[in-house]
């Protein structure tokens, strides 16, 4: 595996389950990254890690619960999502909170 | 409140053109300033990127301009090839204590026709 991979690449969920989406950085970055992408929006920064650290929680409703266990992996854990939580939901990473950050291919998440 | 806007959702250029792409941002503290590219079903990619204390930044195909009087830049792709089509987002940064927080356009979806 290279780059920033995401499992899944899609999700379904009811609005009582608990899920989780995983991010996995190849590339020795220690900076990752959670955004949000809905339809015709900008992406939105969610969750900043640096060196394992949470650096920024940007407002994010409590329902979002980021877990970064170590500098290559990131998780999502999600419970009680609702409808308008359905969105691209995208992993980043970079070296040492620089500007250029590469991003994995997402998960799409469906809320029902 | 959005600070990068890229008032073109979507853009069509024939094969070969010049196709322009633009970027107005509101918040002059702004000191780096990125185009990414997304293909569908792939996550954005970076494509080029401009410091604010230069005008223009040029790398092949791909000429990205500054106008910070004006608060506007903009990404030139020349020529224009089929494999360019797919959506463009405009990114910013701002440096708030010690890193800099990415601001993003909502992104212009281009299509490149033979």
């Known amino acids: 595996e290279t780059g920033v991979t995401q499992t899944p690449r899609h999700l379904v969920m009811g609005m009582t389950n608990k899920k989780s989406l995983k991010c996995e950085q190849h590339?020795?970055?220690?900076?990752m990254y959670w955004y949000k992408q809905s339809a015709k929006k900008p992406l939105e920064l969610m969750f900043v890690?640096?060196?394992?650290?949470?650096?920024e929680n940007n407002s994010v409703p409590s329902r979002f619960s980021p877990e970064c266990p170590n500098s290559s992996h990131l998780f999502l854990h999600l419970h009680t999502l609702q409808p308008e939580d359905s969105a691209l939901y995208l992993c980043?990473?970079?070296?040492?909170?620089?500007?250029?950050?590469?991003f994995g291919p997402g998960t799409r998440l469906t809320v029902l | 409140d959005q600070q990068v806007k890229q008032n073109s959702p979507s853009l069509s250029v024939q094969e070969g053109r010049i196709s322009i792409l633009n970027c107005d941002y509101t918040?002059?503290?702004?000191?780096?300033f990125l185009w990414y590219k997304k293909y569908p079903a792939e996550g954005p990619t970076f494509l080029i990127s401009?410091?604010?204390?230069?005008d223009k930044n040029e790398d092949g195909r791909f000429t990205v301009f500054l106008n910070k009087s004006a608060k506007h830049l903009s990404l030139h792709i020349v020529p224009s090839q089929p494999g360019d089509s797919a959506v463009y987002f405009c990114?910013?940064?701002?440096?708030?204590?010690?890193?800099?927080?990415?601001?993003f356009g909502a992104g212009t979806q281009v299509v490149v026709t033979p």
């Open positions: 590339l020795g970055h220690n900076a």
């Open positions: 990114a910013a940064n701002l440096r708030t204590d010690s890193w800099g927080k990415l601001q």
């Open positions: 401009i410091s604010s204390i230069k």
């Open positions: 918040n002059s503290m702004f000191d780096y």
């Open positions: 980043a990473s970079s070296q040492d909170l620089s500007y250029e950050q590469f």
């Open positions: 890690y640096s060196l394992e650290e949470r650096v």
